[in-house]
């Protein structure tokens, strides 16, 4: 079947503009989890959903970074003011995890590479 | 918190020698799973195994192998006859149950196989 996809593969923009880069999910995945990998700072995760809970947004770096999750599916993770350290492969995960349940393999689509020039 | 090492930024072998990856954890918690997935040139994470902390057991998967030892926190990896399409570079991760579930990285060895 499908695997996770992300859109768009690139995405290059001018310091101060927002980005929003998407991901979907396997279908049927409960759970989905943004991360980002950066030369600094390696792989560091960002935020997770699960089902219609609040979200886990503790590895969110500023509060110029935001996510929603649309209907339990597709994930859009917003980037505003865009900065240079912003420069990064940022991946999306999901997985078929539930609240209290035992855990799951999480499963990458190919990320996103966003540069800010 | 959890932490993963993997001291080896980079290794460099020729086919057909086989080649340890080494990865070492902390954590508090008594549940735990470590991970390993491969990163090729395309950039996508693969998985390639899991272990829970209460199964010991060494595993074999074609020219794969994986040593789990709890009495020194690794959780090594093994590639018998290296093959040019092993090259990338690969994370070893952790987790925990509770929570988030997130995944926490070590900062990845890239294996460059040479013919």
């Known amino acids: 079947g499908a695997g996770v996809s992300q859109s768009p593969s690139n995405k290059v923009t001018e310091k101060g503009k927002d980005v929003e880069l998407r991901c979907d999910p396997i279908s049927g995945h409960t759970a989905l989890y943004w991360y980002r990998q950066s030369l600094g700072q390696g792989l560091e995760f960002l935020i997770y959903?699960?089902?219609?809970?609040?979200?886990?947004k503790s590895g969110l770096p500023s509060d110029r970074f935001s996510a929603e999750r649309t209907g339990g599916s597709v994930s859009t993770l917003t980037i505003q003011r865009t900065q240079q350290e912003d420069s990064a492969v940022y991946l999306c995960?999901?997985?078929?995890?539930?609240?209290?349940?035992?855990?799951?393999?999480?499963?990458f689509g190919p990320g996103t590479r966003l540069l800010v020039l | 918190a959890q932490k993963v090492t993997q001291a080896q930024t980079e290794i460099s072998v020729v086919e057909k020698e086989d080649v340890t990856l080494d990865c070492v954890y902390e954590?508090?918690?008594?549940?735990?799973?470590l991970f390993w997935y491969k990163q090729p040139p395309s950039g996508e994470l693969v998985f390639l195994i899991r272990?829970?902390?209460?199964?010991?057991q060494n595993e074999i998967s074609g020219r794969y192998s994986w040593n789990f030892q709890k009495s020194t926190s690794s959780f090594n990896f093994t590639i018998t006859a290296s093959q040019v399409v092993d090259s990338a570079v690969y994370f070893c991760?952790?987790?925990?149950?509770?929570?988030?579930?997130?995944?926490?990285f070590g900062q990845g060895t890239r294996l460059t196989i040479n013919p």
């Open positions: 991760a952790l987790t925990v149950i509770q929570g988030a579930q997130k995944l926490v």
């Open positions: 995960a999901s997985s078929l995890a539930i609240a209290g349940g035992p855990l799951e393999t999480q499963y």
């Open positions: 959903f699960q089902g219609n809970s609040a979200p886990d």
């Open positions: 954590t508090r918690d008594t549940t735990y799973y």
């Open positions: 272990r829970n902390s209460f199964d010991e």
